[in-house]
């Protein structure tokens, strides 16, 4: 069983940032794609980015240009660096891994992870 932990959430002015970390278990981290996904209040569960075992990374549209995520194998962890943020990016956030590497996956839709961390809650404040 993988365990993933997400911490770095917290209350921003608008405009700022703020950098979100991903521990996953497991001795094969390094062929995980990990992804964020966010959700809002009556809002349902939408993806944010995702970074694939060969470091490929993709983004949704609305945070192309001001999120970055970024991986470090030796440490089991993946970053998401948050910048510029606006009171529409206020959502619980959640890091999902999905555990083996399936090519034909696009890995943006919740049902392509295998687990699943227990959210970090990002304020943005107008």
């Known amino acids: 069983q993988v365990q993933v932990v997400e911490s770095g959430g917290g209350l921003v002015q608008a405009g700022g940032s703020l950098r979100l970390s991903c521990q996953a278990s497991g001795r094969t981290f390094s062929t995980y794609t990990v992804g964020w996904f966010r959700q809002a209040p009556g809002k349902e569960r939408e993806f944010v980015t995702r970074?694939?075992?060969?470091?490929?990374?993709y983004y949704a549209d609305s945070v192309k240009g001001r999120f970055t995520i970024s991986r470090d194998n030796a440490k089991n962890t993946v970053y998401l660096q948050m910048n510029s943020l606006k009171p529409e990016d206020t959502a619980v956030y959640y890091c999902?891994?999905?555990?083996?590497?399936?090519?034909?996956?696009?890995?943006?839709?919740?049902?392509?992870?295998?687990?699943w961390g227990q959210g970090t809650q990002v304020t943005v404040s107008s």
């Open positions: 970074i694939k075992w060969s470091d490929s990374t």
């Open positions: 999902a891994a999905g555990a083996r590497a399936y090519y034909s996956r696009t890995y943006t839709t919740p049902g392509e992870y295998d687990y």
